[in-house]
Antibody, heavy 115, light 107 residues
Framework: EVQVVASGGDLVQPGGSLRLSCAASGFTFSIYAMHWVRQAPGKGLEYVSGISSNGGSTYYANSVKGRFTISRDNSENTLYLQMGSLRAEDTAVYYC????????WGQGTLVTVSS | DIQMTQSPSAMSASVGDRVTITCRASQGISNNLAWFQQKPGKVPKRLIYASSSLQSGVPSRFSGSGSGTEFTLTISSLQPEDFATYYCLQHNSYPYTFGQGTKLEIK
């Protein structure tokens, strides 16, 4: 069964940092591009970041560029999102998703930025 | 970045109605567009890929069309389980971008 399971969400103070993980199973992780998408409470979907299958190329929304870093460990079938200089507007459920066409999503993890 | 303008942002309709949702891209994206359905508290589910291809397991009352800058999602005969929020996604160029969403409510 194909699964992507995001974890690491927490309550963090403004200006703080957090690392999200996404554990993949049931498919050959190393051949797929991967993505992070977020959804603030009561709001729409926002694309956050993407990474190529070998990790050589990374992409970011303007809203997170310079603050967030996406990475992956193909030996551990895991995707990461290192989040820094967090702001209240980064509060959201963060989903990881598989494939160039973002075709498969896992359950999200909630990040709350508040003092 | 490519902007995706989705309309309407909300609409009400009755069971059995035909419904059309539109997404316009700020520049050409070929057919690199998908449609997702999201129900409250649930993970988004892909309905349509490559603008007009139906995802396996999705009812045939859902259809998509378009290429370039203008795209539509049509539900031919609304069913009670179709009341949800719908999003388009362009995956032609990074960063990918979503439309603002269309909340479909029961009239």
């Amino acid at each position: 069964e194909v699964q992507v399971v995001a974890s690491g969400g927490d309550l963090v103070q403004p200006g703080g940092s957090l690392r999200l993980s996404c554990a993949a199973s049931g498919f050959t992780f190393s051949i797929y591009a991967m993505h992070w998408v977020r959804q603030a409470p009561g709001k729409g979907l926002e694309y956050v970041s993407g990474i190529s299958s070998n990790g050589g190329s990374t992409y970011y929304a303007n809203s997170v560029k310079g603050r967030f870093t996406i990475s992956r460990d193909n030996s551990e079938n895991t995707l990461y999102l290192q989040m820094g200089s967090l702001r209240a507007e980064d509060t959201a459920v963060y989903y990881c998703a598989r494939g160039r066409e973002v075709e498969f999503w896992g359950q999200g993890t909630l990040v709350t930025v508040s003092s | 970045d490519i902007q995706m303008t989705q309309s309407p942002s909300a609409m009400s309709a009755s069971v059995g109605d035909r419904v059309t949702i539109t997404c316009r891209a700020s520049q050409g994206i070929s057919n690199n567009l998908a449609w997702f359905q999201q129900k409250p508290g649930k993970v988004p589910k892909r309905l349509i890929y490559a603008s007009s291809s139906l995802q396996s397991g999705v009812p045939s009352r859902f259809s998509g069309s378009g290429s370039g800058t203008e795209f539509t999602l049509t539900i031919s005969s609304l069913q009670p389980e179709d009341f949800a929020t719908y999003y388009c996604l362009q995956h032609n160029s990074y960063p990918y971008t979503f439309g603002q969403g269309t909340k479909l409510e029961i009239k």
